[in-house]
């Protein structure tokens, strides 16, 4: 036998060992040392299966008088009727809390994306006055002579808002930007249980108390909202989402006077579902 065909022979058994020896290499790392060859690891556990709905409630505040549920104006107007000067004054002070919330839930279409619904009230109460003055003061004294009629209501009603949206999380896969949150969609709004306690003074100086309620300029609203804020789970499952809302109302609820229902809502709320 020459000396090339035996350096052949042998560079062929070698190339034909190096996946063997390979394989083997690669079995070795993937058992335990001292563990037999025959004993199989046991299989990896399956992903956990995402939800499809999660149930849970949302708190929200309007902390800004002006995007809230109600505004506080004034007006001071003057008119002339027969030579006689009226004073008409008007203003309505909000009272209603800033603190509101109800339910919330959330269906998953993607990985990433999520159908939400929420079911939210608040409650609304403000004071109004209206009163009317003529006739002639006497600068002298401190008190006001002229005849003067005045409107004086307490009104308290309860507001509920079913906004629908589409929310989208994260930004990218992982990091801080995965835990970005964000949607849009839709709103309704309707007005219930309005009560109103009103305490009228006629010009000859009688009084007299009245429960009739005032009437609202729109019962039913619809609307378009906006959302920007972080979604963050924790190891029990709990979805917490901090959100900045912002609603934009087809209408006032109320618009009689300077009692009128801002059409812009500006909103900071946190959810809790599971």
């Known amino acids: 036998m020459n000396a090339p065909n035996r350096r052949t022979r042998l560079l062929l058994a070698a190339l034909w060992l190096l996946p063997l020896c390979a394989l083997g290499q690669q079995t070795a790392q993937q058992q ?68 509101g919330g109800g339910l919330e839930l959330e269906f998953r279409l993607a990985p990433r994306w999520r ?9 609304l109460r403000y004071d109004s006055s209206a009163a009317t003055f003529w006739g002639r003061d006497d600068p002298a004294t401190g008190n006001d002579e002229r005849t003067q009629s005045s409107v004086t209501e307490q009104s308290k009603g309860r507001l509920w808002d079913f906004p629908v949206m589409l929310h989208r999380r994260g930004l990218r896969a992982s990091g801080p930007l995965s835990h970005v949150w964000f949607g849009a969609g839709v709103a309704a709004r309707t007005v219930s249980d309005v009560r109103t306690r009103a305490q009228i003074k006629s010009p000859d100086g009688s009084e007299r108390v009245d429960y009739h309620s005032v009437t609202p300029s729109r019962r039913n609203l619809a609307g378009v909202v906006v959302s920007f804020g972080l ?31 801002p059409r812009n809502q500006l909103e900071f709320g946190i959810g809790f579902t599971r």
């Open 32 to 99: 335990p040392p001292g563990q037999p060859a025959e004993v199989q690891q046991p299989a990896a556990a399956a992903p956990a299966r995402l939800e499809r709905f999660a149930f849970g409630f949302r708190l929200r505040t309007l902390p800004f008088e002006r995007l809230s549920v109600m505004r506080e104006a004034t007006s001071m107007q003057t008119t002339f009727q027969g030579g006689t000067a009226y004073d008409f004054n008007a203003t309505t002070t909000s009272k209603s809390p800033v603190v």
């Open 115 to 123: 159908l939400t619904a929420d079911l939210l009230f608040h409650r």
């Open 231 to 261: 979604r963050i789970v924790d190891d029990f499952n709990i979805k917490i989402t901090p959100e900045v809302r912002f609603t934009r109302w087809s209408g006032a609820t109320f618009a009689a006077g300077t009692t009128r229902s």
